[in-house]
């Protein structure tokens, strides 16, 4: 089975205000989320059920989400950035076959990209929607965070053959290359945010109740 991963940036926001904002909106729509002790469980990093929040680093704050929560991270940012007056970046990976982000700014949906944009379309018409749909503005993201849109283009590119096929990173100085789909952490970089080095170093835990693959929102045009 292929990675699935649901990892989101917001900033100016306390660990403590963004964990009881995604637990009211859990709430909201009858699905339980408590926090947990970090020693709770034998203090393994083991349930897939959990949503771990790093402190801030460079005034963005990073909550990785529970496993296969990739259809419900945007719906959960676009709340969660309404509620708390705030950007918010998201990424999810699908399978390990592609990678996708968000930009939201007070609840509004600035940008949209994935790698594989046409991944669940059918026939060529859809196929080009989609592309549109999820092909990426890099002048849009730098008018929220000020991010020159040249250091953002270079990974708004589209899976093709010539990148799978030979080494090519967006700049010299990433840890990637644009067909992995850690390249996203690269990208993120660029923005002013930090994927955690150590995903045990959480500063704050919360348990979903099991249901919640089945109760929270799934945007209509999720990819």
Not at 108 to 114: G, N
Not at 161 to 189: H, K, Y
Request: with cysteine; net charge negative; hydrophobic share 40%.
């Amino acid at each position: 089975m292929g990675l699935f991963l649901a990892v989101s940036a917001f900033r100016n926001q306390p660990v403590q205000s963004l964990a009881e904002a995604a637990a009211f909106y859990a709430a909201t729509h009858g699905v339980e989320c408590r926090p947990v002790d970090r020693h709770e469980s034998h203090g393994e990093f083991e349930s897939r059920n959990d949503a771990f929040i790093f402190s801030p680093v460079d005034e963005w704050t990073v909550a990785l989400w529970p496993g296969y929560f990739n259809i419900h991270d945007v719906e959960l940012c676009r709340h969660l950035s309404r509620k708390l007056k705030t950007v918010a970046s998201t990424v999810h990976v699908y399978d390990g076959d592609y990678w996708a982000h968000s930009l939201l700014d007070n609840g509004h949906l600035v940008d949209r990209f994935a790698s594989v944009p046409d991944y669940f379309a059918e026939g060529e018409v859809d196929k080009t929607n989609m592309r549109t749909l999820w092909a990426g503005h890099a002048e849009a993201i730098s008018a929220v965070l000020g991010t020159p849109a040249e250091s953002i283009a270079p990974y708004l590119v589209p899976q093709s053959p010539e990148i799978e096929s030979r080494p090519v990173r967006a700049f010299e100085d990433d840890r990637f290359e644009l067909a992995d789909l850690w390249v996203f952490t690269d990208f993120w970089r660029r923005l002013g945010i930090q994927y955690p080095d150590d995903v045990t170093s959480f500063t704050a835990r919360l348990r979903f109740g099991d249901d919640y693959r089945e109760k929270l929102p799934v945007s209509d045009d999720e990819l």
